[in-house]
């Protein structure tokens, strides 16, 4: 069932963040592999239509930015080329994973709250759309910049 798979792909994602980097193995590799699940179960879902215009309450993000930093100390800021104009006239600028893990965490509580309190059909959208325009983006310059050199190999 598509909501199953959204939610264990959501709680893989939320558990990397609860990790003990002192305690447990789950290191960069396993982050880039919850990543990688979300994008996977994205492009199982279909495009729907919202049912409710209801928000999710306002997100912790301060909460789960904090936790991101406690799980991956080792991660921080990384170059990042805004690729939005004309080649060549990439605007560089710098990223924070860690704000990325944040804002993906965000959006992802927001699914989990739509799917809770509205419809599966909400979360579905909600998940898509965030996808589409914003945590989607913080995902994949994220796993950019986990897949590069700098990180290290796993």
Excluded: C
């Amino acid at each position: 069932e598509l909501e199953q798979q959204l939610r264990n792909s959501i709680a893989r994602f939320f558990a990397m963040l609860s990790r003990d980097p002192s305690k447990d193995d789950l290191g960069l590799r396993d982050l880039a592999m919850a990543l990688d699940g979300l994008v996977a179960v994205y492009f199982g879902t279909q495009n729907v239509e919202p049912t409710d215009n209801e928000d999710a309450p306002a997100t912790r993000y301060a909460e789960f930015y904090e936790k991101a930093a406690r799980a991956y100390p080792e991660l921080g800021l990384y170059p990042y080329a805004n690729a939005g104009g004309d080649p060549g006239e990439e605007e560089r600028l710098v990223a924070d994973a860690i704000d990325d893990l944040g804002d993906i965490a965000g959006d992802l509580f927001n699914v989990l709250w739509h799917f809770d309190n509205a419809s599966i059909v909400d979360g579905i959208w909600e998940f898509r759309f965030g996808y589409q325009t914003h945590w989607g983006q913080h995902l994949h310059s994220l796993r950019n910049y986990l897949n590069s050199s700098r990180i290290g190999a796993w």
